[in-house]
């Protein structure tokens, strides 16, 4: 891997970090615990369609590892890991399957990185009947974070492409 590459995935995990940062700092509360917009995930999505799936995936782990230790917990990287990885693997089968738009992409991240979570806080919790008749209201939740952040991946997709690739 050249210096120039390894220059990028470092500026990419950076800003990916920084929008964790930006958005842990925005007072946006709806009455319902862990429901975000996902900045970070702008990163992500951008990187699903520039870079190898080998170095979008260490950016989303390690963008959440630096999150988890910075202004998390070890409870909030398990769920974080839970629904990122989830998130992360049904976005590049789709990405590579052809067939979803950069929105219908970002939209299944969306949704997956919420059931992701609520698997995890089923085992956690071991209350796996209740836990999930909060599952149709982040999936809603994922369905609208989703699309907000695939509009901007699409506008940064569009602008970028080929930006890095040089």
Known sequence: M???KIAQIGMFTAVAF???????LLPISI???GIKIGLSNIVVMLCLYECSLKQTFGIALVRILL???TFGNFSMMIYS???GLLSFCVMAVLK????????????AGGVCHNIGQVLV???VLKQKGLIFYYLPLLLIAGCVAGAC???LAAVLVKRLHGMFQE
């Open 2 to 4: 050249n210096t120039k």
């Open 18 to 24: 920084v929008l964790s940062y930006i958005e842990s």
């Open 31 to 33: 009455g319902i615990n």
């Open 67 to 69: 999150v988890g230790l």
């Open 81 to 83: 890991l839970a629904g």
């Open 96 to 107: 590579y399957l052809g067939s979803f738009s950069v929105y219908g992409v970002s939209i």
């Open 121 to 123: 806080a089923a085992v």
């Open 149 to 151: 952040i695939g509009v």
